[in-house]
């Protein structure tokens, strides 16, 4: 790999690259949820977290140091662990109010969750053609508590039966070899070939050439790998660019820690230069002028508290910062917000991420070992004069999901897949 990218890189930069990968990996981050926690919880928390001067919101720490992933906060969706790089495309993705988005291989849902946080009037779609990667990226978002986002999985050429010309941004993080992820997954390096990468080259142009047709009119289409090589990334953009004249690379700016790509204003993120794995990105936008979304949004009813239109889809009751009818084509595996759970055996009537939006001064309060416990699963018993029923529980001020009170004890509603073990 490092023999090949001498065709683009000189000897100098190689060898930097080359000694930052047998480095063991230093530092992780995460993004906060703004609208779940702030820095001085995470400084009080954390002993060498560091705020992030390039992507609001996030910040760094040492990996020996501290294990966020372990804290009751990150189950209370305070926070997303997630590679700095990949914070690239969202922070070159303007808001734009209500908008249309989909994110075409969208697990785990790193750059979903950092969109959505940063534009909560936008509807992301976030796809992924694996059941079991959707699945995981759905519990992020449930997690969370993220409102504005439909999780689906379908092979993305699904969407041109209703979405053509549709959707005003869409972020596509291609599968490719993941070189960039060399020193962060091993397994990766282990099993990386050439003609490996050269098999992904018709995947990712398709890929591309399903993204252009659904992108709207005046629409931003973002293309990221995690992978160094060119073949993956300006040759593919390349390729786009040749075969669709309404297209225009739109140029990211040099900053430092940027390495300028092949072709300009795109560009590379390299360990030796920039504090995180590799990345490619370049924005491409269609010419035209977008279309206004025809939200229907008189039909349905608006939630003053949740500040979201409410709809019946699937015998459920969700909510959304605004409403499509073609969204009803969609057989998702999460609809936005869910507000009601009225399955046969459901333990809550209510939907789990439903509880972060409730005011907490309402909720019994957890000490840190009933929480601990909480999470596992385990039925808690409580001195609350509260009368029976379901209530929401917390831990330091933040919901954590629902209890059905009966007496002392306090039957546990936390999801079994989110459950730690």
């Given amino acids: 790999m490092y023999t090949h990218l001498k065709n683009y890189l000189s000897q100098e930069q190689i060898d930097k690259l080359k000694e930052e990968n047998a480095k063991p990996l230093k530092y992780k981050g995460l993004l906060i949820n703004p609208f779940r926690t702030n820095s001085q919880v995470l400084f009080k928390e954390f002993n060498s977290i560091e705020e992030d001067g390039d992507n609001p ?32 495309v969202s922070k070159y993705l303007e808001p734009k109010g209500k908008e249309l988005v989909l994110d075409m291989c969208a697990a785990p849902g790193g750059k979903t969750i950092s969109y959505a946080l940063k534009n909560p009037q936008a509807l992301i779609i976030a796809n992924d053609y694996s059941k079991k990667r959707a699945d995981e990226l759905s519990g992020n978002i449930e997690r969370l508590g993220i409102a504005n986002v439909i999780v689906t999985n379908f092979e993305p050429r699904f969407f041109l039966d209703d979405f053509q010309g549709y959707f ?3 972020i596509l993080d291609a599968p490719c070899s993941g070189t960039g992820m060399f020193r962060k997954e091993s397994k990766m390096k282990d099993d990386w070939s050439y003609q490996k990468t050269l ?20 629409g931003t289409l973002s293309y990221s790998t995690c992978s160094y090589l060119k073949e993956e990334n300006e040759d593919r953009i390349a390729v786009l660019l040749r075969n669709h004249s309404d297209l225009q690379l739109e140029q990211i700016p040099l900053k430092k820690g940027y390495y300028e790509g092949t072709i300009d204003g795109t560009i590379h993120l390299f360990p030796h230069l920039y504090r995180g794995e590799g990345h490619f990105l370049a924005k491409v936008i269609k010419d035209g002028t977008t279309p206004k979304l025809d939200t229907a949004e008189a039909k349905r009813d608006f939630d003053i508290t949740l500040n979201l239109y409410s709809f019946k889809y699937k015998k459920e009751k969700y909510a959304l910062p605004f409403y499509l009818k073609s969204l009803l084509n969609l057989n998702a595996i999460r609809m936005g917000l869910k507000l009601t759970n009225s399955a046969k055996y459901a333990k809550c009537p209510f939907d789990h991420a439903l509880s972060h939006y409730l005011d907490s001064a309402n909720s019994i309060s ?11 699963g385990q039925e808690l018993t409580t001195r609350s004069d509260k009368p029976d029923g379901f209530y929401p529980v917390s831990y330091l001020g933040l919901n954590l999901g629902y209890v059905n009170k009966v007496g002392i004890k306090l039957k546990n509603c936390y999801p079994k897949g989110l459950r730690k073990k």
């Fill in 366 to 376: 957890l000490n840190y070992e009933e929480a601990k416990n909480y999470l596992m």
């Fill in 199 to 218: 098999k992904l080259l018709p995947l990712q142009d398709q890929l591309l050439e399903t993204a252009y047709k659904l992108l709207a009119k005046g």
């Fill in 57 to 88: 919101n996030f910040y760094t720490y040492l990996k020996d140091v501290d294990s966020p992933g372990k804290n009751i906060l990150h189950d209370a969706g305070a926070y997303y662990i997630m590679d700095r790089s990949s914070m690239i």
């Fill in 168 to 170: 005003d941004k869409i």
